[in-house]
């Protein structure tokens, strides 16, 4: 996760006023970083093209509304990692 990690701290740091030292695995993107949801669309945009995959936000977004999940599943920094590791295994092996 680590290269993972990097990757996404860059692209926060890059498209929003967080310097890359202040994100942290444990970082909530909303909470802790003060990312909106729209700012978090811009984030997976570019998320997607720097991985190669699609990450399903509508779907992340509507299990939280709906209390399916916490937030913290897809919005923690580290969880976001893990995500999107596992999306890029999922590509990989298809």
């Not at 701290?9 to 993107?29: F, G, M, Q, W, Y």
């Not at 984030?43 to 299990?63: H, K, N, T, Y």
Request: glycine fraction near 4%.
């Amino acid at each position: 996760m680590s290269a993972t990690f990097d990757a996404v701290a860059e692209i926060i740091s890059a498209n929003t006023d967080v310097s890359e030292s202040d994100i942290k695995p444990e970082s909530h993107l909303m909470r802790d970083l003060g990312i909106d949801s729209l700012a978090f669309l811009d984030l997976a945009f570019e998320i997607d093209q720097r991985f190669g995959i699609q990450m399903p936000v509508e779907d992340w977004m509507q299990s939280v509304n709906q209390g399916d999940v916490e937030s913290e599943e897809f919005f923690v920094v580290g969880s976001l990692c893990r995500q999107i590791d596992a999306l890029v295994a999922a590509k990989v092996a298809a």
